[in-house]
């Protein structure tokens, strides 16, 4: 079966390789489920992978197996899978896989203090092959109305994480009932954030470079949320003009925002750090400033990275309910196809188009052929 695969710190080694197709007899106990992949997102992730900025092959290998944006269709199962899969079950794996701290072991393995194990990412082969193995307690089954976005889970998931420990931290208030929040980028994550935003209800105001209109602008605007340019306005000015607001989420990662946004916060606010932001940066910033404020007003920053299977469950019904509130906003942003795995070349320029929202490969066609 065709895959894509990376050498990993070798810049410009991503290739289409032939892989022996997985067998559910490689999982020990029947404990297999096989996957036929229908599609895979791309994500910066991917971009510096590709750029041999990040990324570890499995033990013993030179070549790392691309994708964790993974959506696809059960194939076959062995006989010791009791739960809810079956042939033609959709599914969208996580991202992680376990270690052996003690998170790893009550399923939080988001929080693991082993180095991840990271599908497509780190030391496991990615989803952008043809099949691939898993076992049932890594598949989320996504319901058969989400085919055409079901992709968008694992971003999704990233989000339902961020937003899922805002409200365990501030539990700590008895009363947290968010209100307004700004969200900066207007990227996937962006826009996914503010969509689960505007799904609890939230006064969402999204904060990035680009002066309206454009897609992603117009995007916002049919969530029934706010779009500011930074180019008019700074996060302050954001948090003068639409604030004070009890959550900032950043996702634009422009790392001085983490220091900014304490400032847009009102007493209580949090502030929800969500990009992985690679190399030096430095800069001045008023930490006297920044330090009084969090203490005197009881605010908090948090970073979150991943997210657990419980997070995917819940992306799952955000995407149910989003269809159902925004009919075909989910599908707007699966801007950019790359058809098949034989093309590495194409990945790359999907991943460099500036325009892009979402680059995905479509690994099976039948969904495209379906009406
Ligand atoms: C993935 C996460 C992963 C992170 C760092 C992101 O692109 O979505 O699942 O933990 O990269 O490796």
């Not at 000015?237 to 983490?258: I, M, N, Q």
Request: charged share 20%; net charge negative; proline share 6%.
């Amino acid at each position: 079966m065709l895959a894509i695969a990376v050498r990993p710190g070798s810049p410009g080694s991503v290739h289409a390789r032939e892989l022996d197709r997985p067998s559910i007899g490689d999982v020990p106990d029947g404990r297999g489920v096989l996957v036929r992949t229908i599609r895979v997102g791309l994500c910066g992730t991917d971009r510096e992978i590709i750029d041999g900025l990040f990324g570890t092959p499995p033990e013993g290998a030179d070549h790392l197996v691309l994708g964790h944006e993974s959506l696809g269709r059960v194939e076959a199962v062995g006989d010791g899978v009791a739960g809810q899969l079956e042939p033609g079950t959709l599914v969208v794996a996580t991202v992680r896989r376990s270690g052996t701290s003690p998170y790893d072991r009550i399923g939080m393995y988001d929080f693991t203090t082993d180095p991840p194990l990271e599908r497509g990412i780190n030391r496991w082969h990615g989803f952008l092959s043809e099949f691939y193995l898993d076992t049932e307690d890594f598949l989320v089954p996504v319901p058969a109305s989400l085919a055409r976005v079901g992709v968008l889970l694992e971003p999704l998931s990233i989000v339902e994480k961020g937003l899922a420990q805002a409200d365990e931290i501030q539990r700590r208030l008895r009363i947290w009932r968010p209100q307004r929040a700004a969200v900066t980028g207007a990227g996937t994550i962006g826009l996914l954030v503010t969509l689960a935003l505007r799904l609890r209800g939230v006064d969402v105001t999204v904060l990035s470079r680009r002066p309206a209109p454009y897609r992603n602008s117009d995007l916002v605007k049919a969530l029934g949320a706010t779009y500011l340019s930074t180019a008019g306005t700074s996060l302050a000015g954001a948090g003068r003009a639409c604030g004070p607001f009890d959550l900032v989420f950043e996702a634009s990662g422009h790392s001085p925002f983490a220091f900014e946004a304490v400032g847009a916060l009102g007493a209580n606010g949090i502030v929800v750090l969500s990009g992985v932001t690679g190399g030096p940066r430095p800069i001045e910033i008023d930490a006297n400033a920044i330090n009084q404020d969090l203490v005197l007003n009881n605010k908090v920053i948090v970073g979150t990275v991943n997210a657990s299977r419980d997070d995917f469950v819940r992306g799952v019904e955000d995407l149910v309910r989003a269809e159902r509130t925004y009919p075909g906003w989910l599908e707007r942003l699966l801007t950019t196809p790359v058809h098949g795995l034989s093309d590495a070349g194409a990945i790359v320029t999907a991943l460099a188009d500036r325009e892009a929202i979402k680059a995905f490969v479509v690994v099976d066609r039948s969904l495209d052929a379906a009406p």
